[in-house]
């Protein structure tokens, strides 16, 4: 049964989809030894040799892995950093197989970070069609008025683009600083932080706290656990 070649290498654990696609485009792959770089591309998993690197590619070898990682501020999601910054997956001990961050949380940005090898999970939680709540605790300066706070949750305009609409409530209010819980569904780059500027309450502190229903919780800060058997269900369900 033929299936998209950047499907097979996400399901085989090779990167994320959308990383799949960066691969193939950059002619990194190869069909029974040629390279293609097409990426409507076709092949069937029981007839095609697939290469990367030169070592051949097979999803039923792929155990999945699925992470959970209290991020830690310092640290960068990438696999790879031009300025040499510590990257989350220096964090990952003891894991042979081969993972990847599922979307980002910025460098001084702390809290819930999936990892896995599985590419198709991944395109479902990052894909902008796909709507996750995202929930963060924010310490902002300044504390928002009521007119600030339905500006923010009716959506602000971030780069040009008004954000969809979001969730803000205070939790504790401070002489400089202020509590507030925000949940977004989208993933844009530096979200939170921007909308917060949007409303002149810019963030002194950013931790996420969920991804839907799947809570932090207790987890140390730098520290990872496996997710359990109905936890990876859930992920999966939505």
């Not at 950059?26 to 697939?50: F, H, M, S, W, Y």
């Not at 999970?121 to 929930?135: A, N, R, W």
């Not at 409303?199 to 002194?204: F, N, W």
Request: glycine share 8%; proline share 4%; with cysteine.
């Amino acid at each position: 049964m033929e299936e998209r070649l950047q499907k097979f290498l996400a399901e085989a654990g090779v990167a994320s989809r959308r990383k799949a696609e960066e691969l193939i485009v950059a002619g990194k792959i190869k069909v029974n030894g040629k390279t293609v770089t097409e990426l409507g591309t076709k092949i069937d998993p029981r007839k095609d040799e697939i290469t990367y690197l030169g070592k051949k590619i097979s999803t039923k070898e792929t155990k999945h892995i699925y992470i959970m990682l209290h991020k830690p501020e310092g640290y960068v999601t990438t696999a790879k950093e031009q300025f040499g910054r510590p990257a989350v997956l220096d964090l990952i001990k003891g894991v042979e197989e081969r993972i990847f961050p599922v979307g980002r949380l910025d460098y001084d940005t702390s809290g819930l970070l999936l990892l896995t090898n599985d590419g198709d999970l991944t395109y479902k939680l990052t894909h902008p069609k796909h709507d996750v709540d995202k929930t963060y605790i924010a310490r902002i300066y300044g504390t928002p008025t009521e007119m600030d706070l339905q500006k923010f949750r009716r959506g602000v305009f971030v780069d040009g683009k008004r954000t969809k609409p979001a969730k803000i409530q205070i939790l504790e209010k401070g002489e400089r600083i202020c509590t507030v819980e925000i949940i977004i569904h989208e993933g844009r780059n530096r979200q939170v932080r921007k909308m917060c500027e949007a409303i002149k309450h810019p963030v002194a502190q950013l931790k996420r706290v969920a991804t839907g229903d799947l809570k932090l919780g207790d987890l140390p800060k730098g520290k990872f656990r496996h997710l359990t058997e109905k936890e990876v269900k859930y992920l999966k369900s939505l």
